[in-house]
């Protein structure tokens, strides 16, 4: 097997440009901010200490570049929603700061900004940019995290006084883990299910829908009605200040509802511009999906931060002397290690590319007019790429985040070396925006059923059933480079010598086969056992791996197309050769991880898979020399990177 | 495929009874020591308050059962080093207070013992024990924490007045990470290169040996020549307080050496029982190994609470409606969450079961007169099971405590659920004791050299040309009930139908084959490459993916022959049935992770490689409804379950 050649030098600043790519600007316009700004993570600090500290931080960054790329023109924002996205996952080197503005300006401000009319605009908007006006995203409770559909917390409006009255059933229903509510918090956009009186006498649910209810006077009291409760200490993030809202039938104004999309005249009479429970419910929460978005990019930011640390690590630091030339061995010469830590690099750089791929669609369908979607078909594919990327790239920041603190042992596990901190504070975001395998569910959903219908529900209900209707057929539709990569798979039909490995043409086919046989069996598998008397929740439940497999997959072969488009728009040729052997590493190890699937179905040879390892190692060995190089490139603010075993503070890694 | 029959009801007792096997009687003394002493971790206190926290429940430790059951007769204790490591476990809800332990009353007060001779047990035991003398166990240092042959502290004997000068020569040979070192410690155990002058006028150096040196006076102050500074806030195990120490010439008298395996008369003479620095400097080491086994049992032990915690949960939280009932649906009952959680609850029993033949194994050669195993045979093998059982089981918790967390959502990210303690305490697990990559690659040396010759270096120095010198072929020798599986080994001789994949010979055998066949090609390999003018080091390197399989598949063949030398010990049919099914779950998932090889070296089919994913699934749902019996059968004292999301005391989980 012949290698493919790696370039001996390449020059990192093309190289970082290929990164930055179409937000660069943004990226250096932030770089710059964070140059001018100290903003120490407050890792050391007691819970207190540690959310005045965050607070006082996010003082300093109202009304910044940083807040204010993403918010409207018309209130001194630059309207740039992809910029906003990018913007916050530079501050990865402080998740607790990073996560305290996300929920005041991406989901407290997102969720005026996008549910709420010009009413709400001209009243909050201002005081939500300069944190006059703290606010909560109350969606999540006790009961109810990942099935958000079915809320407990009601409001029913009251024609006598123009006023809804929000309220908290029981306990379940109480409002969880929501950030700013412990301490800072002065308003919430609670969802709640929403009433309104019926002729009758009685009262008609018109779904999920979202107010501004005031949580806490000036002097930072709760308001009557309102019990606030503090979730108390988590593994990390411990500057945001995570709280539990219960409401006793508190009274707000009518015009409190966010009523984009459902309004409650005077009289109580209810009106929407969509129709149905579901289709609105959906449409709402696709509104949301930024907050999905900036999660995953600052899932990939952290990972970047931790390998930089490790890799930095590992190039310094020795172990073990070599008999032949009586020094010892850096870390990082090991096998072993490399094996730890650069297929992780590798997938971090495809990740990369299909957060910018992802980030552009999400900005330019903003920016298109509605009937360019009208059936919001494309809408619907965006937030399935929006889910799945998420799951895949926090996943991969857990994985990855631990394998780094491993790989510098004792030092790894002291907080002074940041790795434990970014462990902790990431940790969960496998679980919040969105549960990771409820997420991959609703990818799996989506191709199942062609995004042809509104998501009716992100559970289970009647998906097999429902299958067994919709599915006609799986079609591979590509995502990006479409015309480069018909080109590279029509030039490999059937290879199958040797370097076949390398070849771009063979990877990609390989990845969509993959997608359309695990899909087409999914679907064959739930029409056969949905179509008779059993059970729907058996019958889906049974194949539930086979479901998530078929999110899984797909996600695998829309990464790696965004790859390979990335790869497309590098205009040095040195730059470009590197990217391609960084793809290779990201695609092989893929198949080697996966290669018990591409053995059963007989889509390698035994001897083929076995050269897909080898060929993982002899990349290893090759982009070694350039570990530390490449992971810089990605351009994390050095205010960041502050690890004595990083910078050469620590004895034997100068 | 005929899934085999899982029992309806068994007599939860006597699974206790089964699990806590050979030193069941000490697990029910210490259960009883923790239901009258309540000792609560401390979690939510900053570093100095959890410090004094841990101390002060130390000091109720002191001179109890479990302190007492490891030391010597004719000191008070009783004797029973199977019985220390099985009672230190115990502590596993509060991981500073069991770490604290195992540094002053394993590390410290096991080298004392071990390493030191009358003179030392008489001067210090008693205090050790009663924690009147609180000790570190100095051998790690910043240069050298895996490669500790290579420390850099000295100890130079100084005839003129019969003392050692204990030194550190630069800032990579300070002592580091070391537990009690930073506030509590009085004495340490040193370990450093010993000198003695010689006839020339130079000195001669004898290796590795551990010296004890004074720390503090009586008010706590460093002593003269002593410098200690703090690690500070780590990722976990804040209780304890981790230092470095520094010495600056620091006179110790000749009493001071630890002088079983080495002494040096006053006139300087150096004289040991063992020849050769290497041979000596392992032999001290192995005398040592019960630190590392209490690891990986502790590890296990916090793995049984986070998985009873996380089954508690998934049988209790319900979401998503079932359309068919109306109901929701509990977690547990997902595929998804199963696969999450079952399998790792296999392993756990399957690793119980292969720590309890490693504790019994440790007990048994600590009584038998060293003229059983005259050429350190057995000890050896002891040493390299050790070693690859704590790596195993230290992975195992790494990766379950965290799958653990993600089950329980949100929940799980709150620290009153204890699941983030317990993956931060016990993160450091697969470091530190031995880093799990390097101890992995001694126990494939062990395999290689069919342990004929003492370790001569835990690193790859000259590995490649040692192997190509020594390795004969594989014999796999069986570690337990070996006429058992002999027998259960014939009775399936090339058994091919559908039902072999339960067929436990069928399974024993695939175990073998595997390992004897990595082996065998990591030996060839090695051979062949370094027979030639190739650098040994880039030979082993170029292995090491493979040297490393070899032990891990080693290891799993051992873990599998344990788990069933457990059942056969069982007397009570359902019990024995239960566990039959549950050590299927285990085999059948290392098989399905490792289906890559097997389907490569053609060991399976394709179609059976497929079967073996279904037999999983049905095993997850045969064994949900006792899921919860399962883990609680192992148990983990009453005090260490409070999370409320264990206890029904969350909403919706009661």
């Not at 018309?74 to 080197?93: C, I, N, T, W």
């Not at 005249?265 to 579901?278: K, L, M, T």
């Not at 310094?316 to 090991?334: I, K």
Request: charged share 25%; with cysteine.
């Amino acid at each position: 097997m012949r290698t493919p050649s790696i370039p001996v030098k390449f020059d990192p600043a093309k190289l970082r440009e290929s990164l930055d790519g179409r937000w660069g600007e943004v990226r250096d316009r932030v770089r710059g901010v964070l140059e001018n700004e100290s903003l120490p993570a407050g890792d050391g600090l007691d819970t207190e200490s540690h959310r005045a500290h965050t607070f006082e931080q996010l003082r300093r960054l109202a009304d910044s570049e940083i807040v204010r790329v993403g918010f409207p023109v018309e209130y001194g924002g630059s309207g740039d929603r992809g910029g906003s996205v990018v913007a916050m996952e530079m501050l990865a080197g402080n998740l607790s700061l990073m996560v305290k503005s996300g929920v005041q300006w991406g989901l407290f401000g997102g969720a005026v900004t996008a549910l709420g009319t010009e009413r709400h605009h001209e009243k909050h908007l201002r005081s939500i940019m300069d944190l006059s006006e703290p606010g909560c995203f109350a969606m999540t409770e006790t009961g109810h995290g990942s099935d958000v559909q079915h809320l407990g917390t009601t409001a029913v409006y009251d024609p006598a006084t123009a006023e809804f009255v929000v309220h908290t059933p029981d306990e379940s229903a109480r409002k969880d883990y929501i950030g700013n509510a412990a301490r800072d918090g002065r308003t919430a956009a609670v969802f709640a299910q929403l009433y309104t009186p019926t002729a009758d006498g009685g009262t008609a649910n018109h779904g999920v829908h979202a107010l501004l209810v005031p949580l806490r006077d000036e002097a930072g009291e709760p308001l009557p009605g309102v019990s606030i409760s503090d979730c108390g200490r988590k593994a990390g993030l411990n500057g945001v200040d995570n709280g539990r809202i219960s409401f006793d039938r508190v009274r707000v104004p009518r015009e409190a509802l966010l009523n984009r999309y459902g309004d409650v005249a005077e009289d109580g009479s209810y009106s929407s511009p969509i129709e149905g429970v579901n289709k609105r419910f959906f449409t709402m929460l696709g509104t949301l999906i930024t907050g999905r978005v900036s999660v995953a990019g600052t899932a990939g930011a952290a990972t970047k931060l931790a390998l930089e640390i490790a890799l930095r690590y590992g190039d310094a630091r020795r172990q073990f002397t070599n008999p032949r030339t009586g020094g010892e061995t850096p870390v990082l010469d090991y096998l072993a290690h490399q094996r730890k830590l650069l297929p992780a690099l590798a997938t971090s750089y495809a990740l990369h590319f299909a957060q910018e791929e992802l980030v552009a669609t999400l900005h330019d369908l903003r920016q298109a007019s509605p009937e360019d979607d009208p059936e919001g078909r494309a809408q619907r594919e965006l937030e399935s790429r929006a889910a799945g990327l998420k799951a895949v790239t926090t996943w991969h920041a857990t994985r990855t985040i631990q394998d780094c603190r491993e790989a510098c042992g004792g030092s790894g596990y002291l907080t002074e070396n940041q790795l434990t901190g970014l462990k902790a504070d990431t940790d969960v975001f496998t679980t919040f925006e969105g549960d990771n395998t409820v997420l991959l569910q609703l990818v799996a959903k989506g191709l199942l059923t062609d995004y042809r219908e509104g998501f009716d529900e992100l559970g289970t209900l009647g998906m097999a059933r429902y299958v067994a209707d919709q599915f006609v057929g799986t079609v591979i539709e590509r995502t990006a480079a479409r015309s480069l990569i018909q080109r590279l798979v029509d030039a490999s039909p059937g290879r199958d010598d040797e370097d076949a490995l390398f070849d771009r043409g063979w990877q990609l086919r390989l990845f969509e086969d993959r997608e359309r046989h695990v899909l087409d069996g999914v679907a064959r598998r739930l029409r056969r056992a949905g179509s008779g008397d059993n059970d729907p929740f058996e019958v889906f439940n049974d194949a539930q791996d086979h479901v998530l497999r078929a999110a899984r997959v797909h996600i695998d072969r829309i990464v790696l197309e965004a790859f390979v488009a990335g790869i497309e728009r590098c205009t040095d040729p040195a730059v470009a050769e590197m990217l391609e052997r960084l793809c290779d590493l990201y695609v092989l190890c893929n198949i080697e991880a996966d290669r018990g699937w591409f053995l059963e179905h007989e889509r390698i040879s035994p001897r083929r898979s076995k050269a897909v390892t080898e060929a993982v190692n002899a990349l290893c060995k090759g982009l070694r020399p350039h570990a530390v190089e490449l992971i810089t490139a990605f351009g994390i603010p050095r205010q960041w990177l502050r690890a004595p075993i990083a910078t050469g503070a620590q004895p034997g890694t100068g």
